[in-house]
């Protein structure tokens, strides 16, 4: 089993900033791809950016500039920096990862998801 905990939302002014955490833990012998992902009220769950094990990120279009995703593999954690916030960054956050487990089963993970609010 793995565990994804996140932490850093909150609420913030428009064209503040934020950092989130996701540190994940459980039987981990590797972890593939972590990822950040939005679900704005009454609106699907999109991803805002992802990160690989070789350090190769993607982005959602309406992020690009303003956000940066990072890893530290050596504490399994996943951050998210998010700078220049708009109205329509505002959403709850979900952390997941693609885990490698020590039996050598796969399994994709997602964190209890952590609230951003951007409003003055």
């Known amino acids: 089993q793995v565990q994804l905990v996140e932490s850093g939302g909150g609420l913030v002014q428009p064209g503040g900033s934020l950092r989130l955490s996701c540190a994940a833990s459980?039987?981990?012998?590797?972890?593939?791809?972590m990822g950040w992902y939005r679900q704005a009220p009454g609106k699907q769950r999109d991803l805002v950016a992802a990160?690989?094990?070789?350090?190769?990120?993607n982005y959602a279009d309406s992020v690009k500039g303003r956000f940066t995703i990072s890893r530290d593999d050596a504490k399994n954690t996943v951050y998210l920096q998010m700078n220049s916030l708009k109205p329509e960054d505002t959403g709850v956050y979900y952390c997941?990862?693609?885990?490698?487990?020590?039996?050598?089963?796969?399994?994709?993970?997602w964190g209890q998801g952590t609230q951003v609010t951007v409003s003055s």
């Open positions: 997941n990862a693609d885990v490698l487990h020590i039996s050598r089963s796969r399994t994709s993970n």
């Open positions: 990160v690989t094990r070789g350090g190769s990120t």
């Open positions: 459980g039987s981990i012998f590797s972890i593939d791809t």
